[in-house]
Nanobody, 121 residues
Framework: QVQLVESGGGLVQPGGSLRLSCAASGSIFSINTMGWYRQAPGKERELVATVTRGGTTNYADSVKGRFTISRDNAKNTMLLQMNTLKPEDTAVYYC???????????????WGQGTQVTVSS
C-alpha cells in the first residue's frame, strides 16, 4: 500500500557532497515525522536526521553542520543534502516515515530499501 523509495546514493571523495531523496507513494492519508537512518557493515542502524511535518529538524551530532534535511509535504518527498562528506559517513542510508494510511487506525513506521553512500579516495 505504502512505499518509500530512496535515490541519489553513490561514490564520492572525502569533502564532497551528495544529495539523497526519498519519495513516498501509495494509500497515504498523512505523513508525520520523516527521517534518515544509516547502517554501516557490522554496525547497528543509527539515526541521522529527522524532520517533523512542520519542518522542525534534528540531527545526530556526527552530521550536525554538514547535513541538511528537508521535506516537501505537497510532494511527499524528503531530501538529505550531505556536504563535507567523510569516510565514516559510508553506509546504506534508509528513508523512514511515520505514516497513517487510508483505512488504518494507527500511524506506522515505513522504510525504504536503502541507498548506498560510499566516501572514499
Amino acid at each position: 500500500q505504502v512505499q518509500l523509495v530512496e535515490s541519489g546514493g553513490g561514490l564520492v571523495q572525502p569533502g564532497g557532497s551528495l544529495r539523497l531523496s526519498c519519495a513516498a507513494s501509495g494509500s497515504i492519508f498523512s505523513i508525520n515525522t520523516m527521517g534518515w537512518y544509516r547502517q554501516a557493515p557490522g554496525k547497528e542502524r543509527e539515526l541521522v536526521a529527522t524532520v517533523t511535518r512542520g519542518g522542525t529538524t534534528n540531527y545526530a551530532d556526527s552530521v550536525k553542520g554538514r547535513f541538511t534535511i528537508s521535506r516537501d509535504n505537497a510532494k511527499n518527498t524528503m531530501l538529505l543534502q550531505m556536504n563535507t562528506l567523510k569516510p565514516e559517513d559510508t553506509a546504506v542510508y534508509y528513508c523512514n516515515a511515520i505514516i497513517l494510511s487510508y483505512g488504518s487506525i494507527s500511524y506506522e513506521h515505513y522504510w525504504g530499501q536503502g541507498t548506498q553512500v560510499t566516501v572514499s579516495s
